[in-house]
């Protein structure tokens, strides 16, 4: 983990992650819970609102032992059909359900299987922030998507394919926002690969992502 104290300047960092063949141990990693509210700076203070999950070790072993930073992947949600993005054709739901080996509910037919999740790109946060001294370890997901209303208490599934960077202090919070910000076209940069896709890093986990409650 970086040092607390507040980044200086550093070189440029790039803008992809993460091997062009596609994920690589330990990814993909697994997530999923109800949709919390967090600490409520997301889109007041930052501009970016995130959705939250609980950090349970019991529910998600593996997040006692990963570093505390900011990773990217994709993001399902259970969206209820009351929600202005229920049926959102900018997901890529569909294509993942077509790409996945027998997941047809009919393997004589063409057409994919529906599922109720949406799946978009996301990038996520684990750790304490240190900007703000958080206390309490936190996971907090910023969905690449604009949403017409939240989705508090929605399920939601995460497919974890790479880490971005670790976590740091910032001397000011247009530091910390212009660092989110290229977190994120680090996550659409790097996701844009063929390897990348959900189908394509692990059928089982793309599997996993869309399949009914």
Same mark, same amino acid.
């Given at each position: @983990?970086?040092?607390?104290?507040?980044?200086?300047?550093?070189?440029?960092?790039?803008?992809?992650?993460?091997?062009?063949?596609?994920?690589?141990? !330990?990814?993909?990693?697994?997530?999923?819970?109800?949709?919390?509210?967090?600490?409520?700076?997301?889109?007041?203070?930052?501009?970016? !609102?995130?959705?939250?999950?609980?950090?349970?070790?019991?529910?998600?072993?593996?997040?006692?032992?990963?570093?505390?930073?900011?990773?990217?992947?994709?993001?399902?949600?259970?969206? !209820?059909?009351?929600?202005?993005?229920?049926?959102?054709?900018?997901?890529?739901?569909?294509?993942?359900?077509?790409?996945?080996?027998?997941?047809?509910?009919? !393997?004589?037919?063409?057409?994919?299987?529906?599922?109720?999740?949406?799946?978009?790109? @996301?990038? @996520?946060?684990?750790?304490?922030?240190?900007?703000?001294?958080?206390?309490?370890?936190?996971?907090?997901?910023?969905?690449?998507?604009?949403?017409?209303?939240?989705?508090?208490?929605?399920? @939601?599934?995460?497919?974890?394919?790479?880490?971005?960077?670790?976590?740091?202090?910032?001397?000011?919070?247009?530091?910390?926002?212009?660092?989110?910000?290229?977190?994120?076209?680090?996550?659409?940069?790097?996701?844009?690969?063929?390897?990348?896709?959900?189908?394509?890093?692990?059928?089982?986990?793309?599997?996993?992502?869309?399949?009914?409650?």
């Amino acid at each position: @983990m970086s040092s607390s104290s507040p980044s200086e300047a550093a070189p440029p960092r790039p803008e992809v992650v993460g091997p062009d063949a596609g994920p690589e141990a !330990p990814y993909p990693l697994k997530m999923e819970g109800k949709v919390i509210s967090g600490f409520g700076r997301g889109s007041k203070e930052l501009g970016i !609102p995130t959705a939250n999950l609980p950090v349970d070790a019991t529910v998600t072993p593996w997040i006692e032992d990963v570093k505390s930073g900011v990773y990217f992947g994709y993001a399902a949600i259970d969206l !209820p059909t009351s929600h202005p993005n229920a049926n959102d054709t900018s997901s890529c739901t569909d294509t993942i359900t077509k790409n996945i080996p027998n997941s047809n509910s009919n !393997p004589h037919s063409s057409e994919p299987s529906s599922s109720s999740f949406a799946v978009f790109p @996301m990038v @996520m946060s684990i750790g304490y922030n240190p900007f703000y001294k958080n206390t309490v370890r936190s996971a907090e997901v910023h969905v690449l998507h604009r949403f017409a209303a939240d989705f508090y208490g929605s399920h @939601m599934r995460l497919l974890l394919l790479g880490f971005v960077r670790e976590e740091k202090d910032y001397k000011s919070l247009d530091a910390l926002i212009d660092d989110i910000n290229f977190d994120c076209r680090v996550a659409r940069t790097s996701l844009a690969r063929d390897a990348w896709s959900p189908a394509a890093a692990s059928p089982g986990a793309a599997e996993w992502l869309v399949a009914p409650l």
